[in-house]
């Protein structure tokens, strides 16, 4: 028998480790600069963004509390206030029927442009730094965020060049209508969701073409694909209803084109892309089911539009013409729109020539036509019920003559249907200026020289700004808890209206810890509960607002004492005050004291409790 030849020990389980291969295992700071180094283009993009944006709002720092947009101060105040209100979120008191303006009956947020989203992503800053910190956030983040969004759908969808995507996102961010809009309407900048709900639908479309997959469409895809979707809407309800239609639109009108340029793809991918739009679609009306009841049938909610699209149409000279907010532009080109918040078709002839020629370079690819096709139809639509021609009517019917009165569509003004045609243009402009930088010759310098030259004919000068009137130390220093309760009605004199909201700020600066009565917002107040701005003024504010325009002493007499208590207790007031910086505010107080008696003096402000 012959023994088993010995075998060499096996290492030490313990000591295992120290005879393996050492390995680095890099740190985390080596990870994030190593990630900063990979991206450092696509940073560069975002860092130049957002400093293009603060550049363009800078008037409102670095004391935005001090400053406010000086083309457009009482949608300012409006959005002001919308964003105290959202921010009672965190502290558990938000409703989409808010008691704090409107006493008694209330504002329907849904049915007006709150951007509730936006108020509760930021509620911490403003209950922190008060709702003009977060707003002039908004106003600068809105712009940054949306060409950061359509750079990256560009680059990472479209796999453009880096320069590309850049020119065309800065288009998509900064463009005439963008900055026109950013004076105040926070609702039509905030679209850096817009990227997304694009890329879901395309990420859909890809997944319900079977073309190379033996076993059909990729449902894992479309399902995941659907249910993002789902939840972009659903989230962009919240931020914007209005640029939610309007890039539903622009998506029908582009599915459309591309599938008859491109019918073999239509073919193969629209059972399943149908399909998916339809789960999309359902799982959104899920969640939103009550919210929208809640704004066409609800309390104070309100089912038309109170818009006149005749009046809020683009004049089609508007189209060739430079945005009075540019470097280049003149103000003498304001009288074409409403107002400076609506230069919303401003390209003028350099853009609008070179995105053009651009589109006919490129030939017939379906993205191009569906571009192209998506823009035509959109800057027509804007147009509104008649072509106006630099400001004069020409009884020639235009196309949305056929939509005007259908449901939702008259809740959109027609000359924002112009809003659509900057990210078409600007994603016409990247794959013009991708394909010029892959070729040898005279194209690779002359489009993105042609590009570039158009875009800086439209560039943008920062927007106006003034300083902001002060408020009363009655309400920074919290003087009015000694006159109303935290959630009790407090009646400012004079009252908020559409036309002179500043009252509205009292509110705001105290977080919307109290109510007021009328105010600024759209609700069931005109013809058979259609849709009007404001409500009607109660006898004893019309009074008070008449005292407060002209400064002459009204007869006071017992019916008049009687119908003041009467609307005090309409209103469930707790407290008037008059503050110091009121227009006449000497005859004002000597009016209210025949009504209401004697007031006591609250450090800038003479108040009256019930």
């Known amino acids: 028998m012959t023994s088993a030849a010995p075998t060499a020990p096996g290492p030490d389980p313990d000591q295992a480790v120290l005879l393996e291969p050492a390995v680095v295992r890099p740190t985390r700071t080596a990870r994030l600069l190593a990630t900063v180094v990979r991206h450092r283009a696509d940073l560069l993009a975002a860092l130049l963004f957002a400093l293009l944006a603060g550049w363009l709002t800078h008037g409102l720092w670095p004391a935005p509390g001090q ?84 750079y990256l759908l560009l680059t990472r969808t479209l796999r453009t060049r880096r320069l590309a995507a850049g020119l065309g996102a800065a288009l998509c961010g900064f463009g005439p209508g963008m900055v026109s809009q950013s004076n105040a309407h926070l609702h039509m900048t905030a679209q850096w969701l817009v990227p997304v709900i694009v890329w879901l639908v395309v990420r859909l479309l890809r997944a319900a073409d079977p073309a190379g997959r033996p076993d059909g469409p990729d449902r894992r895809r479309l399902v995941t694909s659907a249910v993002g979707l789902a939840a972009a809407v659903t989230v962009q309800v919240f931020i914007g209803e209005e640029v939610l239609f309007l890039t539903a639109v622009t998506l029908l009108v582009m599915t459309v084109a591309y599938g008859l340029a491109d019918r073999a793809l239509l073919r193969r991918a629209l059972p399943a892309f149908a399909g998916g739009l339809l789960t999309a679609a359902g799982l959104a009306l899920l969640v939103l089911a009550y919210p929208l009841w809640h704004q066409f049938a609800g309390p104070q909610g309100v ?248 400064g002459v002493p009204p007869a006071i007499g017992d019916e008049q004492r009687r119908q003041a208590a009467r609307d005090i207790g309409f209103w469930g007031a707790s407290c008037v005050a008059l503050t110091d910086d009121a227009p006449h505010a000497e005859t004002l107080r000597r009016t209210l004291e025949q009504l209401f008696g004697p007031g006591t003096r609250v450090a800038d402000a003479w108040t009256w409790r019930f």
């Open 67 to 150: 400053r406010v947009l000086a083309l457009n101060p009482a949608d300012q105040t409006l959005y002001e206030w919308f964003l105290a209100v959202d921010s009672r979120a965190v502290l558990g008191d938000f409703s989409l029927l808010t008691d704090r303006l409107n006493a008694p009956d209330g504002v329907n947020l849904m049915a007006n442009t709150t951007v509730i989203a936006l108020g509760v992503l930021l509620a911490p800053v403003t209950v922190a730094f008060g709702a003009p910190v977060s707003f002039a956030l908004l106003a600068a983040g809105n712009l940054a965020g949306t060409a950061v969004a359509w």
């Open 303 to 550: 089912a038309d539009g109170m818009f006149s699209p005749d009046y809020f149409s683009a004049d089609l000279t508007g189209w060739s013409t430079l945005s009075p907010l540019s470097v280049l532009g003149s103000d003498a080109a304001a009288r074409l729109t409403t107002g400076p918040a609506e230069f919303n078709t401003f390209l003028g002839w350099p853009l609008l020539l070179v995105t053009a020629a651009c589109a006919v370079w490129l030939g017939r690819r379906p993205l191009v036509i569906a571009c192209a096709t998506g823009a035509l139809v959109m800057a027509v639509l804007s147009l509104g019920p008649e072509v106006v021609v630099s400001g004069e009517r020409t009884a020639l019917p235009a196309p949305y003559a056929l939509l005007a009165g259908l449901p939702v569509v008259d809740g959109a003004l027609p000359m924002r249907f112009g809003l659509a045609v900057l990210p078409l243009a600007g994603t016409v402009l990247a794959l013009a200026v991708h394909r010029a930088l892959g070729e040898r010759g005279s194209a690779r310098r002359l489009v993105p020289l042609a590009v570039g030259a158009a875009l800086l004919s439209v560039f943008p000068a920062p927007l106006p700004t003034t300083d902001r009137p002060p408020l009363p130390e009655f309400i920074t220093a919290g003087h009015w808890r000694q006159c109303v309760r935290p959630g009790g009605v407090l009646v400012p004199v004079p009252t908020a209206t559409p036309k002179d909201p500043w009252p509205m700020r009292w509110g705001t600066a105290a977080d919307a810890a109290f109510g007021m009565p009328e105010g600024f917002f759209i609700g069931p107040y005109g013809k058979n509960g259609s849709a009007v701005m404001g409500t009607y003024k109660q006898p004893t504010s019309a009074l008070l607002a008449d005292v407060a325009k002209r």
